[in-house]
């Protein structure tokens, strides 16, 4: 199996901006050997789709409609799609960047768009798109120009941005981080499944961490997260299980242990109950 390759932005030479703008289908066009390949990043990943067209994201591929942005977390799989035209502008950055200028930056954001609550995706509104072809060139003109306190002005140029994208995001749902403590609760109770990979916790102890009935774990789950606690700890752990498939050499048995398994054989039944393939059958498509 090919191993499935984390790029980095700049990783630690923090002389450099740790932010980027690029040419979409530029990009891909400079670096076919990966794009349409699917890999990892340990930075964010902002991508407008100008153009209709289809991306690959964690083992599905997502057709979507011109003027889309897809927000992409650290370690997302990912890679674009040969068949679509894939012109747009990416936006990569990371938590170098961000807590350079805010340290609540980094914090805001995953509460707010990476959050993984519903799609990975928002469609731009006729506004939202004249904002972004507006903001772009000025914040391709401040990298290139690089004049004094440019690094701020990349910052609060982009963040105007992120809070266009956080306000739609917003608008579509109607749900509020600060004001509602149910939505809030769903969140920590992703984040806490995230945290707690490598260990097979039960919905009770899940309860228990975030301080909550059962029940009202349930209840919770089902509003907000569309589905039941059980089964959103279940595609968590094989989400995980095939990103480790995909990015390293791990053996089964190492594999079923890193994700709470006393047993590899165990792991192997779990995981092809819920995919419908063994680890290796998996493994074997990705060659």
């Known amino acids: ?156 140029l982009f963040q105007v941005l992120i809070l266009a994208v956080e306000r739609l995001k917003h608008s579509q749902t109607g749900l509020s981080y600060t004001k509602d403590k149910d939505y809030r609760l769903a969140i920590q109770f992703k984040k806490s499944i995230h945290a707690n990979m490598h260990s097979l916790l039960n919905v009770d102890q899940y309860s228990e961490k975030l301080g909550v009935s059962k029940k009202k774990l349930t209840e919770i789950s089902k509003t907000y997260l569309d589905d039941t606690p059980l089964n959103i700890i279940h595609k968590r752990k094989v989400l995980e299980a095939k990103r480790l498939l995909s990015n390293t050499n791990i053996s089964i048995k190492e594999l079923a242990y890193k994700l709470g398994f006393d047993q590899p054989t165990y792991f192997t039944k779990y995981f092809k109950k819920h995919t419908g393939f063994t680890p290796k059958e998996f493994s074997s498509q990705l060659l």
Not at 4 to 18: E, G, N, Q, T, V
Not at 107 to 125: A, E, R, T, V
Not at 136 to 151: D, G, I, S, W
């Open 1 to 156: 199996m090919e191993k499935i390759k984390k790029y980095h932005l700049y990783k630690d030479d923090y002389s450099k901006l740790h932010f980027q703008v690029h040419d979409a289908e530029a990009y891909c066009d400079k670096n076919e050997t990966h794009c349409y390949k699917p890999h990892q990043h340990s930075f964010y990943q902002f991508i407008w789709f100008q153009s209709s067209g289809q991306h690959f994201v964690d083992y599905e591929v997502i057709t979507h409609e011109a003027n889309t942005l897809f927000f992409l977390d650290k370690g997302q799989v990912h890679n674009f799609c040969s068949n679509s035209a894939n012109t747009g502008v990416l936006f990569h950055f990371d938590d170098a960047f961000l807590n350079q200028q805010d340290q609540e930056a980094d914090n805001w954001l995953q509460y707010k768009i990476f959050n993984g609550m519903g799609s990975p995706h928002i469609h731009l509104p006729e506004l939202t798109v004249a904002l972004f072809e507006k903001t772009v060139p000025t914040l391709e003109e401040e990298m290139k120009n690089q004049e004094h306190n440019y690094a701020k002005q990349v910052f609060h």
